[in-house]
């Protein structure tokens, strides 16, 4: 005869109860079709399964993934972000605050297309990608090398593509485009066949640094050069790879007139016509 096993009487909420059937119910302790807390238990005394704090984190580990979570949803690795999202709101020792912004995010999930060009990135998968802005025009591009990337605190996908019209670049970098995502409501992304880019076109761009802005200037992973020209202890030269002549002449227009672009001769002309506009827009004498 089988022995009969033994009772015990749980006094819990009914809210507490239905915790305990949804973890009997992700841990597989059913009884027919039903979550069951007796099984549960059973599990937990005979240490099948294994109770853990959920308060011990520190606050610098808890800052830690909310930065990494925050950082690959940047680079556009959505997934990967959720699941340390995930991972955070199990926590109880989550602020208020933190718990109410991760809840957010976690509701406002980027639409299908976005994810799937985060996939076609991380496989190297090259893709064409086609939308309709908000003046009705369609855009067409095949794609075969992006990054999704910040550029002043708004997210776009810089993309090598094979459409060149509409794109006013130097010749040398008009395969590259930089689309802003959040102006995208709706794409059609469907692979195409072919090589994937290792990255973006880029040029050599050759500046000079005046005075204190040349002792000031931190270097970027983009310079080849940064160095003192000789004779001077007052202007530094830096040769830099540039992929985009448009968010490179805003960040040095900043910088005018302590920086001086040297070469090559087509991103100068770009820089001396800025300069030309302003000196017109304040009504100066911009002869030559």
């Known amino acids: 005869m089988s022995r009969k096993g033994q009772s015990i009487t749980l006094s819990i909420s009914e809210q507490d109860k239905a915790e ?16 069951n807390i007796s099984k549960l238990i059973e599990a937990i005394a005979r240490h099948q399964l294994i109770i853990g704090k959920n308060n011990d984190w520190s606050e610098e580990r808890v800052r830690a993934l909310d930065r990494a979570m925050r950082l690959l949803t940047d680079n556009g690795q959505s997934e990967q972000a959720q699941t340390i999202a995930q991972l955070l709101l199990e926590r109880s020792e989550l602020p208020i605050p933190l718990r109410t912004d991760i809840e957010s995010f976690l509701g406002n999930l980027p639409p299908q297309w976005r994810l799937e060009i985060d996939r076609y990135i991380l496989r190297h998968q090259p893709f064409q990608l086609s939308y309709q802005d908000a003046r009705h025009h369609v855009w067409n591009f095949t794609v075969r090398y992006a990054k999704v990337i910040s550029h002043e605190k708004r997210q776009y996908l810089d993309c090598w593509c094979e459409e ?33 880019r290792t990255g973006l076109a880029q040029i050599d761009v050759e500046m000079h640094l005046l005075g204190n802005l040349g002792f000031a200037y931190q ?53 001396q016509n800025k300069i030309k506009a302003l000196y017109q827009n304040y009504h100066l004498d911009v002869s030559s």
């Open 164 to 196: 060149t019209e509409g794109n006013f670049d130097v010749e040398e970098l008009q395969h590259n485009w930089s689309l802003r995502l959040d102006r995208i409501q709706d794409a059609a992304v469907i692979p195409v066949a072919g090589k994937w």
């Open 219 to 271: 270097a970027k992973p983009e310079d080849k050069i940064n160095e003192w020209l000789p004779d001077t202890q007052k202007m530094k030269r830096v040769v830099r790879r540039v992929s985009s002549t448009f968010w490179f002449i805003r960040e040095v227009m900043q910088y005018a007139p302590d920086c001086v672009i040297v070469s090559p001769a087509n991103v100068q002309a770009l820089i």
């Open 20 to 35: 305990l059937e949804s973890l009997a119910l992700e841990f597989g302790m059913m009884w027919g079709d039903r979550p």
